[in-house]
Antibody
Framework: EVQLVESGGDLVQSGGSLRLSCAAS????????MNWVRQAPGGGLEWVSI???????FYADSVDGRFTISRDISRNTLSLQMNNLKADDTAVYFC????????????WGRGTLVSVSS | SYVLTQPPSVSVAPGQTARLTCGGD??????VHWYQQKPGQAPVLVIN???DRPSGIPERFSGSNSGNTATLTISGVEAGDEADYYC?????????FGTGTKVTVL
Protein backbone atom coordinates (compact mmCIF):
# COMPACT_ATOMS: atom_id res chain seq x y z
CA GLU A 1 0.00 0.00 0.00
CA VAL A 2 1.32 3.41 -1.01
CA GLN A 3 1.78 5.85 1.87
CA LEU A 4 3.29 9.33 2.08
CA VAL A 5 3.76 10.96 5.48
CA GLU A 6 5.00 14.53 5.71
CA SER A 7 6.64 16.11 8.72
CA GLY A 8 8.57 19.22 9.66
CA GLY A 9 5.92 21.89 9.34
CA ASP A 10 6.14 24.64 11.94
CA LEU A 11 5.71 28.32 12.72
CA VAL A 12 8.76 30.28 11.60
CA GLN A 13 9.63 33.94 11.26
CA SER A 14 10.01 35.65 7.92
CA GLY A 15 13.53 35.13 6.61
CA GLY A 16 13.90 31.87 8.48
CA SER A 17 14.44 28.32 7.26
CA LEU A 18 12.61 25.03 7.56
CA ARG A 19 13.13 21.51 6.28
CA LEU A 20 10.20 19.29 5.35
CA SER A 21 10.45 15.53 5.06
CA CYS A 22 8.22 12.94 3.42
CA ALA A 23 8.48 9.28 4.31
CA ALA A 24 7.33 7.02 1.49
CA SER A 25 6.30 3.39 1.66
CA UNK A 26 4.86 0.93 -0.81
CA UNK A 27 7.10 2.16 -3.62
CA UNK A 28 10.56 3.63 -4.17
CA UNK A 29 10.90 7.42 -4.47
CA UNK A 30 13.69 6.84 -6.97
CA UNK A 31 11.30 5.14 -9.42
CA UNK A 32 8.79 7.98 -9.78
CA UNK A 33 8.61 11.73 -10.27
CA MET A 34 8.19 13.15 -6.76
CA ASN A 35 6.69 16.54 -6.06
CA TRP A 36 5.81 19.12 -3.47
CA VAL A 37 2.52 20.94 -3.93
CA ARG A 38 1.24 23.59 -1.53
CA GLN A 39 -2.08 25.12 -0.60
CA ALA A 40 -2.39 28.46 1.15
CA PRO A 41 -5.14 28.74 3.79
CA GLY A 42 -8.45 28.92 1.99
CA GLY A 43 -6.66 28.91 -1.35
CA GLY A 44 -6.02 26.72 -4.33
CA LEU A 45 -3.30 24.25 -5.21
CA GLU A 46 0.13 25.44 -6.33
CA TRP A 47 2.86 23.15 -7.65
CA VAL A 48 6.20 23.88 -5.94
CA SER A 49 8.90 21.48 -7.14
CA ILE A 50 9.63 18.17 -8.84
CA UNK A 51 12.44 15.64 -8.65
CA UNK A 52 12.45 13.34 -11.66
CA UNK A 53 13.33 9.69 -11.28
CA UNK A 54 16.38 10.42 -13.43
CA UNK A 55 17.46 13.21 -11.09
CA UNK A 56 16.40 16.37 -12.95
CA UNK A 57 14.89 19.04 -10.72
CA PHE A 58 12.56 21.95 -11.43
CA TYR A 59 10.96 24.64 -9.30
CA ALA A 60 8.08 27.06 -9.54
CA ASP A 61 9.29 30.62 -10.16
CA SER A 62 7.90 31.67 -6.78
CA VAL A 63 10.37 29.46 -4.88
CA ASP A 64 13.30 29.09 -7.28
CA GLY A 65 16.55 30.02 -5.56
CA ARG A 66 15.08 29.64 -2.07
CA PHE A 67 13.83 26.04 -1.95
CA THR A 68 15.79 22.83 -2.58
CA ILE A 69 14.22 19.44 -3.22
CA SER A 70 16.16 16.23 -2.57
CA ARG A 71 15.70 12.54 -1.87
CA ASP A 72 17.37 9.90 0.24
CA ILE A 73 17.03 6.60 -1.58
CA SER A 74 18.34 4.54 1.34
CA ARG A 75 15.65 5.97 3.63
CA ASN A 76 13.05 6.28 0.85
CA THR A 77 12.35 9.87 1.76
CA LEU A 78 11.79 13.15 -0.07
CA SER A 79 12.79 16.48 1.46
CA LEU A 80 12.25 20.17 0.86
CA GLN A 81 14.72 22.65 2.30
CA MET A 82 13.07 26.07 2.48
CA ASN A 83 15.23 29.15 3.04
CA ASN A 84 14.45 32.87 3.23
CA LEU A 85 10.82 32.10 3.95
CA LYS A 86 8.18 34.73 3.25
CA ALA A 87 4.66 35.23 4.54
CA ASP A 88 3.38 34.11 1.12
CA ASP A 89 4.96 30.70 1.73
CA THR A 90 2.40 30.01 4.45
CA ALA A 91 0.57 26.88 3.32
CA VAL A 92 -0.05 23.21 3.77
CA TYR A 93 2.71 21.40 1.90
CA PHE A 94 1.79 18.09 0.28
CA CYS A 95 4.25 15.42 -0.77
CA UNK A 96 2.92 13.98 -4.02
CA UNK A 97 3.80 10.96 -6.13
CA UNK A 98 3.76 11.57 -9.86
CA UNK A 99 1.77 9.39 -12.20
CA UNK A 100 3.48 6.83 -14.39
CA UNK A 101 3.80 9.29 -17.29
CA UNK A 102 4.82 12.19 -15.08
CA UNK A 103 1.99 14.41 -16.26
CA UNK A 104 -0.13 14.32 -13.12
CA UNK A 105 -0.22 13.41 -9.45
CA UNK A 106 -1.62 10.02 -8.52
CA UNK A 107 -1.12 9.91 -4.75
CA TRP A 108 -0.94 12.65 -2.13
CA GLY A 109 0.20 12.73 1.46
CA ARG A 110 -1.95 14.44 4.07
CA GLY A 111 0.28 17.49 4.21
CA THR A 112 2.18 19.49 6.81
CA LEU A 113 1.46 23.11 7.75
CA VAL A 114 4.09 25.81 7.38
CA SER A 115 3.25 29.18 8.90
CA VAL A 116 5.52 32.17 8.29
CA SER A 117 5.04 35.19 10.50
CA SER A 118 5.97 38.59 9.12
CA SER B 1 2.50 31.02 -18.11
CA TYR B 2 -0.53 28.91 -18.93
CA VAL B 3 -3.77 29.82 -17.15
CA LEU B 4 -6.67 27.53 -16.29
CA THR B 5 -10.00 29.12 -15.38
CA GLN B 6 -12.75 27.41 -13.40
CA PRO B 7 -16.05 28.80 -12.11
CA PRO B 8 -15.81 29.39 -8.35
CA SER B 9 -18.91 27.40 -7.49
CA VAL B 10 -21.54 25.03 -8.81
CA SER B 11 -24.68 23.95 -6.99
CA VAL B 12 -26.57 20.79 -7.86
CA ALA B 13 -29.45 18.80 -6.40
CA PRO B 14 -28.90 15.16 -5.44
CA GLY B 15 -29.39 12.83 -8.38
CA GLN B 16 -28.82 15.56 -10.93
CA THR B 17 -25.80 16.12 -13.16
CA ALA B 18 -22.98 18.57 -12.39
CA ARG B 19 -20.79 19.85 -15.19
CA LEU B 20 -17.57 21.55 -14.14
CA THR B 21 -15.60 23.44 -16.74
CA CYS B 22 -11.91 24.22 -17.04
CA GLY B 23 -10.95 26.83 -19.60
CA GLY B 24 -7.54 27.24 -21.21
CA ASP B 25 -6.08 28.33 -24.52
CA UNK B 26 -6.27 25.34 -26.91
CA UNK B 27 -6.63 23.10 -23.89
CA UNK B 28 -7.73 20.25 -26.17
CA UNK B 29 -4.04 19.84 -27.09
CA UNK B 30 -3.14 19.01 -23.49
CA UNK B 31 -4.03 16.13 -21.22
CA VAL B 32 -6.28 17.41 -18.45
CA HIS B 33 -6.43 15.82 -15.01
CA TRP B 34 -9.07 16.39 -12.33
CA TYR B 35 -8.77 16.19 -8.55
CA GLN B 36 -11.40 16.08 -5.82
CA GLN B 37 -10.55 17.62 -2.45
CA LYS B 38 -12.88 17.27 0.50
CA PRO B 39 -12.47 19.59 3.51
CA GLY B 40 -9.39 18.80 5.56
CA GLN B 41 -8.29 16.05 3.20
CA ALA B 42 -5.67 15.64 0.51
CA PRO B 43 -6.71 15.82 -3.14
CA VAL B 44 -7.63 12.62 -4.95
CA LEU B 45 -7.18 12.05 -8.68
CA VAL B 46 -10.61 11.36 -10.20
CA ILE B 47 -9.96 11.78 -13.94
CA ASN B 48 -6.65 11.17 -15.71
CA UNK B 49 -5.75 12.36 -19.22
CA UNK B 50 -9.08 13.96 -20.11
CA UNK B 51 -11.36 10.96 -19.60
CA ASP B 52 -9.69 8.00 -17.86
CA ARG B 53 -10.97 6.98 -14.43
CA PRO B 54 -8.39 5.67 -11.97
CA SER B 55 -9.16 2.47 -10.16
CA GLY B 56 -11.79 2.95 -7.47
CA ILE B 57 -13.37 6.08 -8.95
CA PRO B 58 -17.11 5.63 -9.59
CA GLU B 59 -18.42 5.55 -13.16
CA ARG B 60 -20.48 8.64 -12.27
CA PHE B 61 -17.33 10.66 -12.89
CA SER B 62 -16.45 11.30 -16.53
CA GLY B 63 -14.39 13.80 -18.47
CA SER B 64 -14.08 15.38 -21.87
CA ASN B 65 -11.84 17.94 -23.56
CA SER B 66 -12.53 19.96 -26.69
CA GLY B 67 -11.47 23.31 -28.04
CA ASN B 68 -10.72 25.65 -25.17
CA THR B 69 -12.73 23.82 -22.51
CA ALA B 70 -12.31 20.62 -20.55
CA THR B 71 -15.30 19.31 -18.61
CA LEU B 72 -15.71 17.07 -15.59
CA THR B 73 -19.19 15.59 -15.42
CA ILE B 74 -20.63 14.07 -12.27
CA SER B 75 -23.79 12.13 -13.00
CA GLY B 76 -26.30 11.20 -10.29
CA VAL B 77 -24.66 13.54 -7.79
CA GLU B 78 -24.50 12.28 -4.22
CA ALA B 79 -24.02 14.18 -0.98
CA GLY B 80 -20.53 12.72 -0.71
CA ASP B 81 -19.51 14.47 -3.94
CA GLU B 82 -19.56 17.83 -2.18
CA ALA B 83 -15.96 19.03 -2.47
CA ASP B 84 -13.56 21.32 -4.29
CA TYR B 85 -12.52 20.18 -7.73
CA TYR B 86 -9.32 21.24 -9.50
CA CYS B 87 -8.21 20.71 -13.08
CA UNK B 88 -4.49 20.44 -13.91
CA UNK B 89 -2.21 20.30 -16.93
CA UNK B 90 1.48 19.97 -17.59
CA UNK B 91 3.05 23.13 -19.02
CA UNK B 92 6.58 22.42 -20.14
CA UNK B 93 8.43 21.44 -17.00
CA UNK B 94 5.91 22.89 -14.57
CA UNK B 95 2.41 21.99 -13.54
CA UNK B 96 -0.59 24.29 -13.57
CA PHE B 97 -3.75 23.96 -11.51
CA GLY B 98 -7.05 25.61 -12.17
CA THR B 99 -8.55 28.00 -9.66
CA GLY B 100 -10.91 25.35 -8.35
CA THR B 101 -14.69 24.88 -8.25
CA LYS B 102 -16.62 24.28 -5.06
CA VAL B 103 -19.46 21.84 -5.65
CA THR B 104 -22.38 22.22 -3.27
CA VAL B 105 -25.02 19.51 -3.12
CA LEU B 106 -28.34 21.14 -2.29
Amino acid sequence: EVQLVESGGDLVQSGGSLRLSCAASGFSVSDYYMNWVRQAPGGGLEWVSILYSGGDIFYADSVDGRFTISRDISRNTLSLQMNNLKADDTAVYFCVKGGIRGTNFDFWGRGTLVSVSS
Amino acid sequence: SYVLTQPPSVSVAPGQTARLTCGGDHIEKRGVHWYQQKPGQAPVLVINDDRDRPSGIPERFSGSNSGNTATLTISGVEAGDEADYYCQVLDGTSYVFGTGTKVTVL
